[in-house]
């Protein structure tokens, strides 16, 4: 079983005791999450076949994120297909992978749910 550990350097403020890396602001939010969701992209083959049984989110302040960005991470880690869109909409990371095992994903349940009713 892998766990994955996403480091969200985003603060409010910058405590004095803490050692992580982390920003005393979202100004960079854009970036890094484009960044976050290449690396995600390139080292996709990593593990392997091996079950993703945690995926633990530190650093930071990652409450700080939209939900919305925090599910764009969990579907890249997930390798469900889809085109991710940037705030311009243009296109940012496009692939195809399996899944987080034992999860079935957004698209296998619609399709599912479309061959159910041709049946």
């Given at each position: 079983m892998a766990g994955i550990y996403i480091h969200i350097p985003f603060c409010r403020q910058k405590c004095s005791y803490c050692n992580f890396f982390?920003?005393?602001t979202t100004k960079f939010r854009n970036e890094f999450l484009q960044a976050l969701l290449s690396e995600i992209y390139l080292t996709r083959g990593y593990l392997g076949d091996q079950?993703?049984?945690?995926?633990?989110?530190g650093g930071g302040t990652p409450s700080l994120l939209p939900v919305s960005r925090l599910e764009e991470i969990l579907q890249a880690?997930?390798?469900?297909?889809?085109?991710m869109r940037d705030k311009d909409g243009g296109s940012r990371v496009e692939g195809r992978g399996s899944k987080v095992k034992g999860r079935e994903t957004k698209s296998e349940k619609r399709k599912a749910k479309c061959n159910n009713r041709k049946s």
């Open positions: 982390s920003l005393a079950p993703i049984e945690t995926i633990y989110f880690i997930s390798h469900e297909p889809r085109a």
